[in-house]
């Protein structure tokens, strides 16, 4: 097989990886609300070869559909805390406007440290 064929072959799987990875982030983002950054950053980043910004920047809209959706089949077959829900939403919305011109202003190995050391926290706190 030449490079030609092999570069081809390992663009293929690539993009059968990434979508793979997709349904998976679907599936845990519908099932437990979220957490889909953790699987969908580290992929952008090593399997298309993006840097941080862009995989972050690129995370958060490939999520935002998603997030639409199963908003809409939660509310349809309920289980929202109204009152909590929209003071939360507030701080994530003003959270993500801040979180978004940083990301714009950091370096990519400023953003990648912190992403990896939120994710450690997140991990060992998760177990204990």
Not at 43 to 72: D, N
Not at 78 to 90: E, F, K, N, S, V
Request: charged share 10%; with cysteine.
């Amino acid at each position: 097989m030449n490079n030609k064929n092999r570069a081809k072959k390992t663009a293929i799987v690539k993009k059968v990886l990434v979508v793979i990875i997709g349904a998976v982030v679907g599936f845990m983002s519908g099932l437990l609300g979220g957490g889909g950054g953790t699987l969908v950053v580290p992929t952008y980043q090593t399997l298309l070869g993006m840097e941080a910004k862009s995989a972050h920047a690129t995370a958060i809209a490939t999520i935002l559909p998603l997030c639409i959706v199963s908003s809409i089949v939660y509310l349809v077959r309920g289980g929202y805390d109204y009152p909590r829900m929209g003071i939360i939403t507030l701080g994530v919305v003003a959270g993500g406007v801040i979180g978004s011109v940083l990301l714009k202003k950091l370096s990519n190995t400023y953003i990648s440290a912190i992403f990896y050391v939120i994710m450690m926290y997140a991990g060992i706190k998760s177990v204990m």
